[in-house]
């Protein structure tokens, strides 16, 4: 298998993540590091490979294939749009950008330059996510009526020490919804419309601390999200997955799909259906479906290495991001107008 020699440019939490993932992938490898912090040289130092303070020495140094844009948002549309200039294949970190005109642009470089971008909506890539996709699309559960879906866990008070996390630059809509936003589009189908409620009476800040979302799918099924960073809750993906071991792993579901047929929690994969008669007077029997087991970061990067090849089409290109980062932008204004707000 040839291998695709990839920079890193942003080496700060996800970036790690990207380098460890990176070191298990097949077809991959990351080559160097640009990122102007000096803690980026220890990891550099750490993983021994070159540091660079500036991508453009890092892309005119290393002969790169591909690069992960793994900076703050505001800096994630020009240094892909660079790196689509030099042919260079790109994975940028979610949310693609902090604008979805500017998404959009993005999409539509590198769809002409004819570079393959990738999004790093890496749940997409976790097993767990791909086979509730699979058992939805192939009408395991019959018809999809509703799905549930918790992001309710403690941010600790430090978290808050930096002001601009107190402010609407940050918060959980902006922070954390985008994934709830995006695994709902790709487990359950296209969003046709939302409303929503904030609220910021916990933690008091300009910023919300907990909203409710309810959406209607554009299949006739509906959906819920609540979503809170101010509650001493157990129920949330990144809580319960195991995905990311900064995160404490709860032995609890947070996600709930159901079906005409059947119902699927998730994490867990646990399925409902009635093996007998229907209906709520008869007990509904349990089985968990199988899957192999995988970490998405690893297999993220697997797949950047055959997307920046050709061999495979990117599992969440720009346009398909743009618009997951469309309707989770449109949350806050759902629910300053306290109206429904419709997608195309
Ligand atoms: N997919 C996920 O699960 C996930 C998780 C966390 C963060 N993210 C995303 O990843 C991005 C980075 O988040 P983070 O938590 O790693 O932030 P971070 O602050 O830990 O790291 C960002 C790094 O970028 C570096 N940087 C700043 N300007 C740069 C430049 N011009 N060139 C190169 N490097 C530069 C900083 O020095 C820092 O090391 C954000 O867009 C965030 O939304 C994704």
Redesign the pocket.
């Known amino acids: 298998m040839s291998v695709s020699r990839v920079g890193l ?7 790690r993540a990207h380098l460890v993932g990176a070191a298990e992938a097949e077809g991959v490898e990351i080559v160097g590091i ?4 000096v ?2 040289k220890a990891l550099a130092n750490e993983f021994s490979i070159p540091w660079f303070a500036d ?1 453009r020495a890092l892309v005119d140094q290393m002969k790169l294939d591909g690069a992960i844009v ?4 505001a ?2 549309v020009p240094i892909s749009l660079e790196l689509i200039g030099a042919g260079i294949g790109v994975l940028v ?3 693609i950008s902090d604008t979805v005109e500017d998404a959009l642009r993005l999409a539509r470089t590198a769809a002409d330059a004819n570079v393959p971008l990738l999004v ?1 909506h ?1 749940r997409r890539h976790n097993p767990i996510i791909r086979t509730a996709r699979s058992l939805v699309r192939d009408g395991k559960l019959g018809r999809l009526v509703s799905a549930s879906a918790l992001a309710t866990f403690l941010k600790p008070d430090a978290y808050f020490d930096e002001a601009w996390r107190r402010t609407t630059a940050a918060g959980p809509v902006l922070i954390n919804l985008i994934h709830e936003i995006d695994l709902l589009r790709f487990v359950c189908g296209e969003i046709g419309s939302l409303q929503a409620i904030t609220s910021n009476a916990v933690r008091g800040f300009e910023v919300e601390d907990t909203a409710a979302i309810i959406i209607q799918l554009k299949n006739g099924a509906v959906a819920t999200i609540t979503l809170s960073d101010t509650a001493a809750s157990p129920w949330s993906w990144d809580t319960s997955s195991g995905e990311n071991a900064s995160f404490a792993k709860n032995s609890i579901e947070s996600h709930f799909l159901s079906g005409t047929d059947a119902s699927l929690a998730l994490p867990t994969l646990r399925m409902w259906h009635y093996a007998g008669d229907r209906g709520w007077f008869h007990p509904l029997s349990i089985g968990i479906v199988d899957y192999a087991a995988a970490d998405p970061y690893v297999e993220q990067m697997r797949h950047f290495g055959s997307v920046i090849r050709k061999e495979e089409e990117p599992l969440c290109d720009a346009f398909d991001a743009a618009k997951t980062l469309e309707i989770t932008a449109s949350v806050r204004q759902a629910a300053q107008s306290g109206k429904a707000v419709r997608f195309s």
């Open positions: 440019i942003g080496a700060g939490a996800i970036g640009a990122d102007p912090n803690a980026a991508h793994a900076t703050p948002n800096l994630h970190e979610k949310p790093g890496h």
